[in-house]
């Protein structure tokens, strides 16, 4: 079973920021595309951002879009999350999912991917 570590989670002011970082245990991130989802409590779970394995597309949620950035380092094997200008709806466990094909559209199906990391809290609060 492929793991993920995830980390960079916390509590930051609203308008603040923060960049979540997500990291496999024991195996390359390289040639898998990463989705990144949320969950808040009493919600069901939601899709926030996904790259391709190349890192040549990127794709968000409309209410992250213009805020949040995801990234990849291959070399490093770690995608990021950049999250700017955070309000308190963006609070939520997070979490990063690897999917051996290409999501394209259907990039926010959870069921696309593959392996889930534990998440990581993020919680926007004054």
């Known amino acids: 079973q492929l793991q993920f570590v995830e980390s960079g989670g916390g509590l930051v002011q609203p308008g603040g920021s923060l960049r979540i970082s997500c990291t496999p245990s024991?195996?390359?991130?390289?040639?898998?595309?990463i989705g990144w989802f949320r969950q808040a409590p009493g919600k069901e779970r939601e899709g926030v951002s996904y790259?391709?394995?190349?890192?040549?597309?990127?794709n968000y949620a409309d209410v992250v879009k213009g805020r949040f950035t995801i990234s990849r380092d291959n070399a490093k094997s770690t995608v990021y999350l950049q999250m700017n200008s955070l309000k308190p709806e963006d609070s939520a466990v997070y979490y990063c999912?690897?999917?051996?094909?290409?999501?394209?559209?259907?990039?926010?199906?959870?069921?696309?991917?593959?392996?889930w990391g534990q998440g990581t809290q993020v919680t926007v609060s004054s």
């Open positions: 999912a690897a999917s051996s094909m290409f999501a394209g559209s259907l990039w926010p199906v959870q069921s696309w991917y593959d392996y």
């Open positions: 790259i391709s394995s190349s890192g040549g597309i990127t």
């Open positions: 024991g195996f390359t991130l390289n040639n898998y595309a």
